[in-house]
């Protein structure tokens, strides 16, 4: 099909003053001819900007907060692009999948939290990642079937600390999490980054997506972030996605899968010499990844616990009330603290419970070590 005759997709953007959020409607604007915004909701701290991409697109409905996302999910339309940060976005995650919509997934919390949750709700292709990482497995994943797929192979920046030890981790402060050397996030993403916690949340989500074990899901060190994610293959060739590091294609596949939109972003220029280089993951400066594993194989209600002890430690630590070290500790205390329910259905209630737990016992330790 020419794009003449591609059919114009009618878009919600959830999230939509965020980063993903303004990128995507960066994507709309540009294409008008393939997309239309008929929903925009935010959480309501950009209120002004808010009220400009309003005016801008007239979407058929608009609102503000996690009630109003969920709702904007559950319109008619051809696909959400869920880009609200963190466990809020559950409610949304559930009502885009349960009104039969297409899922364009920026939100991994939800997915991590919910678990078999969303999976259950979720038809066949529902879910499309968009996430840099993921987006670029799922394009490899398109070189093979699933019975020749050896193992994923998720690749990190390193964010901006990489090279350094524990001990010199434990001064860092906020501005310096927050100035990572290839991407350009949303605050809580970016330390998340620095620490390497996303790309633990990143090693559940993938394994969720495609179900592939997790002794099969590998992260490696690559500093200049070109090649996003690769795919080994049983017979030893590797499929690798490579872009400079920008948003904005995934974005953009998540919109229009399994098309894809021209022009979307500038290419590699294979005129100027490139060089990729990737470093073996330092577990003892940065477990993250590692617990994240334990967890995801714990599962039940263990992610979930993981990304809200998490969240909780991360707002600790920008407004000053904890070491940046202390996130990921913060963490593995609670996860060792979390009594995982026995049941074999997990329920929403499960979930939320413990969340809610989760969130309140990293409070009392961060609070207890002041």
Not at 108 to 127: D, T, Y
Request: overall charge negative; hydrophobic content about 45%.
């Amino acid at each position: 099909m020419t794009s003449a005759e591609t059919p114009r997709r009618d878009v919600v953007v959830l999230g939509s003053t965020g980063s993903i959020g303004t990128q995507a409607l960066e994507i709309v604007r540009a294409n008008p001819d393939r997309f239309r915004v008929v929903g925009l909701t935010a959480g309501g701290s950009h209120r002004e900007l808010f009220d400009a991409q309003v005016a801008e697109f007239s979407p058929a409905y608009s609102g503000l907060g996690a009630d109003a996302s969920a709702e904007a999910a559950s319109q008619p339309c051809d696909v959400v692009l869920n880009g609200i940060t963190g466990a809020v976005g559950l409610s949304a995650t559930l009502a885009t999948l349960d009104a039969g919509n297409t899922l364009a997934l920026a939100n991994k919390e939800s997915l991590i939290m919910g678990g078999p949750l969303v999976l259950e709700r979720a038809k066949p292709g529902q879910i499309v990642p968009v996430d840099s990482e993921h987006s670029a497995l799922a394009q490899c994943l398109r070189g093979g079937t699933a019975e020749e797929v050896r193992r994923l192979v998720l690749t990190a920046s390193g964010g901006p600390f990489r090279g350094r030890t524990r001990e010199e981790l434990l001064h860092v402060t906020v501005d310096q999490a927050l100035a990572h050397p290839t991407w350009d996030m949303g605050p809580v993403v970016t330390i998340n980054s620095a620490n390497l916690v996303n790309k633990g949340l990143e090693v559940i989500e993938a394994h969720l997506l495609f179900g592939i074990p997790y002794d099969r899901i590998e992260v490696v060190v690559h500093p200049t972030s070109v090649v996003h994610s690769m795919v080994e293959f049983v017979d030893g060739s590797t499929l690798a996605q490579a872009s400079p590091p920008t948003m904005l294609i995934p974005i953009s596949l998540g919109l229009a899968w399994p098309d894809r939109v021209p022009d979307t972003a500038p290419p590699v220029d294979w005129t100027k010499a490139n060089t990729w280089e990737f470093f073996p993951l330092d577990d003892e400066a940065f477990p993250a990844v590692r617990i994240a594993r334990e967890a995801g194989a714990t599962g039940a209600t263990a992610p979930a616990v993981y990304n809200a002890a998490n969240e909780v430690a991360v707002e600790a630590f920008r407004q000053g009330r904890l070491g940046f070290v202390q996130i990921i500790d913060t963490v593995s205390h609670v996860l060792g603290a979390h009594d995982v329910p026995s049941t074999a259905v997990l329920t929403l209630d499960d979930v939320l419970a413990a969340d809610a737990w989760a969130r309140a016992e990293a409070a009392r330790l961060i609070e207890s070590s002041r």
